[in-house]
């Protein structure tokens, strides 16, 4: 009957085999690249009220006239930001807009929108596009301050191929000179009616 009992010389193989796949393994694991977020991959673009100082912290899902502060970008020095309504509706602005940054911070003009959900993404060279939703609801305080904050840019179609025709654009435009005339016109009986002249 044969002996199944191995030889030194082939358990010192069996070993030296089994520590060289070891070795292997453990380079082939070392030298995968580990998932690294590029460069500013861990800011954070926070919705703020008007008024609130840039540096807070809160991030409020609900406001009225509103401005975007960014935080912690590293050495990203400009974001680009996209807030549309939610969902889209061609009769509704989209506002698109470059936030530029130093040292990682930065922060946008205040807007002004109508009232409903939005979404604000945001990304830049290199980054992930990342989003929130909120929502902006003047009722409560009785409609948009006079004075308020800008009109923000609408791309059209042509721009951004988002959808929104160049006629809606152009709606939209005039809606906004409408409104103007409208807040010019109240400013104006109110004026009267407080006796000014």
């Not at 970008?73 to 989209?94: A, C, D, G, M, S």
Request: aromatic share 4%.
């Amino acid at each position: 009957m044969l002996s199944s009992t191995p030889s030194r010389s082939s358990t010192h193989r069996l070993a030296a085999a089994a520590a060289g796949a070891l070795v292997v393994t453990g380079m082939c694991v070392a030298g995968a690249a580990p998932a690294v977020a590029a460069p500013g991959d861990s800011g954070e673009l926070k919705v703020h009220r008007a008024g609130t100082p840039y540096g807070d912290s809160r991030d409020e899902t609900k406001v009225c006239r509103f401005n975007l502060s960014a935080d912690n970008f590293e050495t990203v020095t400009l974001i680009n930001v996209t807030i549309t309504p939610q969902p889209p509706q061609p009769t509704r602005p989209t506002v698109t807009a470059a936030v530029t940054l130093a040292a990682g911070k930065g922060h946008s003009q205040d807007y002004s929108l109508p009232n409903g959900r939005y979404q604000v993404s945001w990304t830049f060279p290199g980054g992930v596009l990342k989003k929130k939703v909120f929502t902006v609801d003047c009722r409560p305080s009785g409609g948009v301050p006079a004075g308020g904050g800008g009109v923000p840019t609408v791309e059209s179609s042509t721009a951004s191929g988002d959808g929104m025709s160049v006629g809606t654009a152009s709606a939209l435009a005039a809606g906004g000179v409408g409104a103007a005339g409208l807040f010019l016109a109240r400013r104006a009986a109110r004026r009267r009616a407080d006796g000014a002249a």
